[in-house]
């Protein structure tokens, strides 16, 4: 069913890094003693997880929307916050993940249990204990935590049917699906009515679902293209789990013993392995028959009706089962899982006359402070654009005495050291 693709918009963020704590020992009744100020625990992750038991995209489309826990802000007495939980979202296998506004393809989950970080968590920020040093006996001042991550995700799926429902013209294989899936197949009381194949998630429960298609009728002689006959069993050739359909009142009045026989006949000729893929076979509209016409027409299997839904539960729970079991048969396809590069370090960018910008996380964290006006702060950050090696650049980039620079909302007039 390689035609039918799932697509959805997805937005994931990391959970937001808890702050860093500014609190001092009380060593006396009026001495300050050190600084005790404890880190902001990490912000929890977003991880994509590829698993074998959800089958489509369906459940982002009501909710698009994901987000990780935020850590915890750092405490006096150096306690530490604790960090944020994780989120994995389970994903169908093959799942693709792209970036909604460019493109840009970022993963494809090809096989059970793979994992992609859609979105990291926010660092905390570190306490006013960890800006202890010689110079600096009582840091008035600690980090605030990072951002989480962000962004818009496009996930892209290649449905494939995990069930496919085979029987003859006017069976009712469409109003099946119609009535154990969302699909809505055209149904008429003639044959050939379906002249492409349908798709239909079916959900059982919150965990598991499976994808159902309705394939155009087979007559005898499909296998040698009489009937809408080859291109569909194509079609039935990729899914996991056959389920014959028998009409049990059927207008031409093929009995169904032969129907079974003919479908059989038919799959085996087309590719003898279909014959051994898992299967179920069941009687079809079993409103319409009593039980005597059922000995008459010696019919011992399953019956199911759409109309009344008789046996259709049990149906269902056979076909989730059959799947469940042949998803265990593990088939190894290579997944490309990209690693992006962390954005560190810092960037110049020119953004005006006179003006530069600079961007990165490093370079961002480093006025990511609870209060920057104090002395002490900005010689901190002073000495740490310094560390980075920000003076250089921005004498590189053309800057010079009296031009402004921006780091996020901060703001400092660059006055070269000569
Ligand atoms: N009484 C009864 N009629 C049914 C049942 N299921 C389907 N029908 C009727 O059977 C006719 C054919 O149903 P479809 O679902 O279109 O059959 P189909 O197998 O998809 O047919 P093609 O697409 O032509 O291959 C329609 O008139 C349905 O209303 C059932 O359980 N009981
Ligand atoms: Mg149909």
Redesign the pocket.
Same mark, same amino acid.
Do not use: C, Q
């Given at each position: 069913m390689s035609q039918f693709v799932d697509e959805c918009q997805l937005n994931v963020k990391g959970g937001d890094g808890g702050a860093g704590c500014i609190s001092f020992r009380r060593e006396g009744p009026e001495a300050m003693g050190g600084p005790n100020g404890g880190d902001g625990g990490n912000g929890g992750e977003i991880w994509l997880v590829a698993d074998h038991n959800v089958a489509s995209l369906l459940a982002f489309r009501d909710h698009p929307h994901r987000k990780a826990e935020r850590g915890v802000h750092g405490k006096g007495k150096d306690q530490h916050g604790r960090r944020g939980e994780s989120l994995e979202i389970a994903v169908p296998i093959g799942t693709k993940a792209s970036d909604l506004y460019t493109g840009e393809v970022y993963a494809e989950l090809n096989n059970q249990g793979d994992r992609w970080l859609a979105a990291a968590g926010g660092r905390g920020g570190r306490g006013n204990a960890k800006f202890l040093s010689n110079s600096r006996r009582a840091p008035s001042f600690a980090e605030q935590g990072e951002h989480g991550e962000e962004r818009w995700l496009k996930l892209e799926l290649r449905l494939m049917a995990d069930v496919a429902l085979v #029987? &003859?013209?006017?069976? #009712? @294989?469409?109003?099946?699906i119609s009535v154990i899936s969302a699909a809505k197949? @055209? +149904? *008429?009381?003639? %044959? &050939? $009515?379906?002249l492409e194949p349908n798709l239909g998630v079916v959900r059982v429960d919150d965990e598991t679902e499976f994808v159902v298609a /309705?394939i %155009? #009728?087979l007559i005898e002689g499909a296998s040698e293209g009489r009937g809408l006959g080859h291109q569909f069993l194509r079609h039935v050739e990729r899914a996991r789990v056959l389920c014959l359909?028998i009409d049990l *009142?059927p207008m031409d009045g093929v009995w169904p013993n032969e129907q079974e026989r003919v479908l059989l006949e038919e799959l085996g000729s087309y590719q003898p392995d279909l014959l051994e893929r898992p299967r179920i076979v069941v009687g079809? @509209? *079993? /409103?319409?028959v009593q039980d005597g016409d059922l000995e008459v027409m010696e019919w011992s299997g399953d019956v199911?009706?759409? +109309? $009344?839904g008789h046996g259709v539960k049990d149906l269902v729970g056979k076909m989730a089962q059959l799947v469940h079991d042949a998803r265990q048969q593990v088939v190894h396809s290579d997944g490309l899982i990209v690693i992006r590069p962390e954005a560190s370090g810092a960037i110049v960018e020119r953004v005006g006359d006179g003006e530069f910008r600079l961007v990165g996380r490093d370079v961002e964290r480093v006025v990511a402070l609870n209060d920057v006006t104090t002395p002490e702060a900005l010689g901190y950050i002073d000495y740490r654009l310094e560390k980075l090696g920000v003076p250089k650049m921005l004498n590189k980039a053309g800057a010079v005495e009296g031009d402004v620079i921006w780091i996020g909302e901060f703001s400092f007039d660059y006055m070269p050291d000569t």
């Open positions: #029987g &003859f013209p006017n069976v #009712g @294989k469409s109003t099946l197949p @055209k +149904i *008429a009381n003639y %044959p &050939f $009515t379906t /309705d %155009p #009728g359909m *009142a079809t @509209k *079993a /409103d319409m199911v009706s759409s +109309i $009344t």
